[in-house]
C-alpha cells in the first residue's frame, strides 16, 4: 500500500507563498496525482492535479498562483503556492490514484491570514 506525507503547510500572511510537498514510499510514476484542499465545515475540493503523463490543471480560482509539479525520481509531487488569499486557508491533502486503487496522505494546513 503507497503512503504518502505531506509537509510544508504554515501560517502566512496574504501576499506570501507555500510549497507544499507529498512524498509517496512507492514509485507513484504511473499514478495521477493531485492535490486537494479542505477549508472548515467544507468538503474536500479538488485545487489541482497532474496525470502520469505529465499533464497538468489547476482550479480557475488558483490559477495563476498555483503550479503543480511532480519529481517522479523522488516520488514526490509539489505545490508552490504563491500569491495566497485567506480564502486558499483550509488543510491541504495529496492523493494518488492508479486505475480503480486512490491514497491520500494525512494533510498539512495553511492558514492565510489578511
Known amino acids: 500500500q503507497v503512503q504518502l506525507v505531506d509537509s510544508g503547510g504554515g501560517s502566512v500572511q496574504a501576499g506570501g507563498s507555500l510549497t507544499l510537498s507529498c512524498h509517496a514510499s512507492?514509485?507513484?510514476?504511473?499514478?495521477?496525482m493531485s492535490w486537494h484542499r479542505q477549508s472548515p465545515g467544507k468538503a474536500r475540493w479538488w485545487v489541482a492535479g497532474?496525470?502520469?503523463?505529465?499533464?497538468?490543471n489547476v482550479a480557475s480560482s488558483v490559477k495563476g498562483r498555483f503550479t503543480i509539479t511532480r519529481d517522479a525520481s523522488k516520488n514526490a509531487l509539489y505545490l508552490q503556492m504563491n500569491n495566497l488569499k485567506p480564502e486558499d486557508t483550509g488543510v491541504y491533502y495529496c492523493?494518488?490514484?492508479?486505475?480503480?486503487?486512490?491514497?491520500w496522505g494525512n494533510g498539512t494546513q495553511v492558514t492565510v491570514s489578511s
Open positions: 497532474v496525470t502520469h503523463g505529465g499533464t497538468t
Open positions: 492523493r494518488a490514484q492508479t486505475g480503480s486503487k486512490e491514497y
Open positions: 512507492e514509485d507513484i510514476s504511473a499514478s495521477a
